[in-house]
């Protein structure tokens, strides 16, 4: 059964394991834990790069950063590489998103037929940002996001308000015109700066736990020097909580808007033809293991959340291995458009659908930067990661590899890479 129409919600940030649904049992998330129950919540979900635009702009093209030279958050993706709405628009369908996307350079479409609110940042590389006043520096990997946090509000919330908004109205709009339809919906948030509101913070202060994996010497040099250079080293008890209290906090404000976009498939009567998708771009640390952001390939980093939900779905959690690439081929399949020319991603639509389906459990993720942003210390880096079966490796150049079996270490504590 091919789905009439698309729904794809794609955050910011999210640390896949912050949802009531994914075990959480502080996370404020019925929304997308009502999501889970309708459908598929894949739990082995990654990105194709611990940082935004590359993750953002490899789930476009169901290709890797290294194939398409688009390695940093700086990097403009050639026109010439065609998207799944590519694909999707010459079926027929009307595609169209609303918020957040961060493509760089004069492409601000990348095959969508429409868009709504822009960008929360110069779409050029080298152009000034804009004025986050108090909260300035916070949105990066620096110390002040980790000083500045706790209650208050950013202008990245603001944004999704508005973005939920014109989501809403979009969503009218297409009920009218009763034509196929494929829209995304891009928030900001969870990402830093860690600052919710007053009532999340003081929730969250009560409720959450401190981190569960402590922070120590690693036996890889570029791990050990990130903390350090990133200024995280010593980060006061009460800073932490603070932090991880509002992160929390906007996660339970992004459900809060998810459920209210949902709702509104509900009210027009769209929801029954409609696959509804939702996941992130990478994860954020939250203090674990003495880190914080992305940037790594440690779970908390480089997994994503991943849920689909339709009528034809068969319902429940899958532990098969997948990545971001895959579920752009997903989609395109199951709306019944043409596969992507070079497209890696492999397509997991008859494995949530029917239930069966032979399936390599592989991933594979990059993390590679220049050193012209001030946030990677003039350090240039080039690292990998690939996971097959329970087995993780990631790989520093010039640097100590990290092999960890997720099978008995699931928290990738103890590597292997040294063993015989």
Same mark, same amino acid.
């Given at each position: 059964?091919?789905?009439?129409?698309?729904?794809?919600?794609?955050?910011?940030?999210?640390?896949?394991?912050?949802?009531?649904?994914?075990?959480?049992?502080?996370?404020?998330?019925?929304?997308?834990?009502?999501?889970?129950?309708?459908? !598929?919540?894949?739990?082995?979900?990654?990105?194709?790069?611990?940082?935004?635009?590359?993750?953002?702009?490899?789930?476009?093209?169901?290709?890797?950063?290294?194939?398409?030279?688009?390695?940093?958050?700086?990097?403009?993706?050639?026109?010439?590489?065609?998207?799944?709405?590519?694909?999707?628009?010459?079926?027929?369908?009307?595609?169209?998103?609303?918020?957040?996307?961060?493509?760089?350079?004069?492409?601000?479409?990348?095959?969508?037929?429409?868009?709504?609110?822009?960008?929360?940042?110069?779409?050029?590389?080298?152009?000034?940002?804009?004025?986050?006043?108090?909260?300035?520096?916070?949105?990066?990997?620096?110390?002040?996001?980790?000083?500045?946090?706790?209650?208050?509000?950013?202008?990245?919330?603001?944004?999704?308000?508005?973005?939920?908004?014109?989501?809403?109205?979009?969503?009218? #709009?297409?009920?009218?015109?009763?034509?196929?339809?494929?829209?995304?919906?891009?928030?900001?948030?969870?990402?830093?700066?860690? !600052?919710?509101?007053?009532?999340?913070?003081?929730?969250?202060?009560?409720?959450?736990?401190?981190?569960?994996?402590?922070?120590?010497?690693?036996?890889?040099?570029?791990?050990?020097?990130?903390?350090?250079?990133?200024?995280?080293?010593?980060?006061?008890?009460?800073?932490?909580?603070?932090?991880?209290?509002?992160?929390?906090?906007?996660?339970?404000?992004?459900?809060?808007?998810?459920?209210?976009?949902?709702? #509104?498939?509900?009210?027009?009567?769209?929801?029954?033809?409609?696959?509804?998708?939702?996941?992130?771009?990478?994860?954020?640390?939250?203090?674990?293991?003495?880190?914080?952001?992305?940037?790594?390939?440690?779970?908390?980093?480089?997994? !994503?959340?991943?849920?689909?939900?339709?009528?034809?779905?068969?319902?429940?959690?899958?532990?098969?291995?997948?990545?971001?690439?895959?579920?752009?081929?997903?989609?395109?399949?199951?709306?019944?458009?043409?596969?992507?020319?070079?497209? #890696?991603?492999?397509?997991?639509?008859?494995?949530?659908?029917?239930?069966?389906?032979?399936?390599?459990?592989?991933?594979?993720?990059?993390?590679?930067?220049?050193?012209?942003?001030?946030?990677?210390?003039?350090?240039? !880096?080039?690292?990998?990661?690939?996971?097959?079966?329970?087995?993780?490796?990631?790989?520093?150049?010039?640097?100590?590899?990290?092999?960890?079996?997720?099978?008995?270490?699931?928290?990738?504590?103890?590597?292997?890479?040294?063993?015989?």
């Amino acid at each position: 059964m091919i789905p009439r129409n698309l729904l794809f919600l794609f955050s910011d940030q999210h640390s896949a394991n912050v949802m009531g649904c994914a075990g959480d049992e502080f996370a404020v998330t019925p929304n997308l834990d009502r999501l889970a129950s309708r459908g !598929v919540r894949m739990n082995n979900a990654y990105c194709p790069s611990p940082i935004c635009t590359p993750s953002r702009m490899s789930m476009l093209t169901g290709r890797y950063p290294s194939d398409q030279q688009c390695w940093t958050n700086d990097d403009v993706l050639p026109s010439g590489c065609p998207t799944w709405l590519h694909s999707l628009g010459a079926a027929g369908i009307e595609t169209g998103l609303v918020g957040r996307m961060h493509s760089i350079g004069p492409d601000q479409l990348r095959g969508y037929a429409w868009r709504e609110i822009g960008e929360h940042s110069p779409n050029f590389p080298g152009v000034a940002w804009h004025d986050m006043g108090p909260l300035r520096g916070t949105n990066e990997p620096t110390p002040e996001s980790l000083i500045s946090c706790g209650a208050g509000q950013s202008a990245y919330e603001l944004k999704d308000h508005d973005t939920t908004e014109a989501a809403l109205k979009a969503l009218d #709009k297409i009920a009218r015109n009763r034509e196929r339809f494929a829209m995304t919906v891009g928030f900001m948030l969870p990402h830093a700066p860690y !600052v919710a509101s007053k009532k999340w913070v003081d929730y969250f202060m009560q409720k959450l736990q401190p981190p569960e994996i402590p922070a120590k010497t690693s036996n890889n040099s570029w791990i050990n020097w990130w903390r350090k250079n990133r200024g995280i080293e010593e980060v006061p008890e009460r800073n932490s909580r603070l932090a991880r209290a509002a992160y929390w906090g906007l996660v339970a404000v992004l459900d809060e808007m998810i459920g209210k976009i949902l709702n #509104k498939l509900d009210e027009l009567g769209l929801s029954e033809d409609t696959l509804v998708v939702y996941a992130s771009d990478h994860g954020d640390h939250l203090g674990e293991r003495g880190l914080w952001w992305k940037h790594t390939f440690y779970d908390e980093s480089a997994k !994503v959340p991943m849920i689909l939900a339709h009528s034809s779905l068969s319902k429940g959690i899958r532990e098969e291995v997948v990545s971001l690439i895959d579920l752009a081929s997903t989609m395109t399949e199951a709306m019944g458009g043409e596969s992507l020319p070079d497209s #890696k991603g492999r397509s997991f639509w008859p494995l949530v659908t029917k239930g069966k389906q032979k399936w390599e459990n592989i991933a594979f993720s990059e993390y590679c930067t220049d050193s012209v942003p001030s946030w990677t210390g003039g350090r240039a !880096v080039q690292q990998r990661m690939l996971r097959v079966d329970n087995w993780k490796l990631h790989y520093y150049h010039g640097d100590h590899l990290q092999l960890f079996d997720l099978l008995n270490d699931p928290k990738e504590l103890n590597n292997l890479a040294d063993m015989p």
